[in-house]
């Protein structure tokens, strides 16, 4: 079983940055594809951002392209999610996902998920 722990959220001010953390509980991280799920009141949850198991593949959402930056450290079984320009409607729980093979590209398939992290940010 995979634990994830995520880390890293907050209250920002519209065009702030955080960076998100995901730190995995395997000593086979190499393996798994990562990725950033987000799901904000009252709505279902929506896919963020994954990696592939070298970080030589990335896939974003429309809504985030060009503002986050998914990137993962194999050595320390960590994957980030850098968010900048944040707006409000950024704001949600964020959920770090790992799935063993193929790239995330939707919830379909996910196997261990983190509790979630709290990003809220104010106009």
């Known amino acids: 079983q995979v634990q994830l722990v995520e880390s890293g959220g907050g209250l920002v001010q519209a065009g702030g940055s955080l960076r998100l953390s995901c730190a995995a509980s395997t000593r086979t991280f190499s393996s798994y594809s990562m990725g950033w799920f987000r799901q904000a009141s009252g709505k279902e949850r929506e896919f963020v951002a994954s990696i592939n198991w070298s970080g030589g593949n990335t896939y974003y959402a429309n809504s985030v392209k060009g503002r986050f930056t998914i990137s993962r450290d194999n050595a320390k079984n960590t994957a980030y999610l850098q968010m900048t320009s944040l707006k409000p409607e950024d704001t949600a729980i964020y959920y770090c996902?790992?799935?063993?093979?193929?790239?995330?590209?939707?919830?379909?398939?996910?196997?261990?998920w983190g509790r979630g992290t709290q990003v809220t940010v104010s106009s």
């Open positions: 996902a790992a799935r063993s093979g193929r790239p995330i590209l939707s919830g379909l398939g996910v196997a261990h």
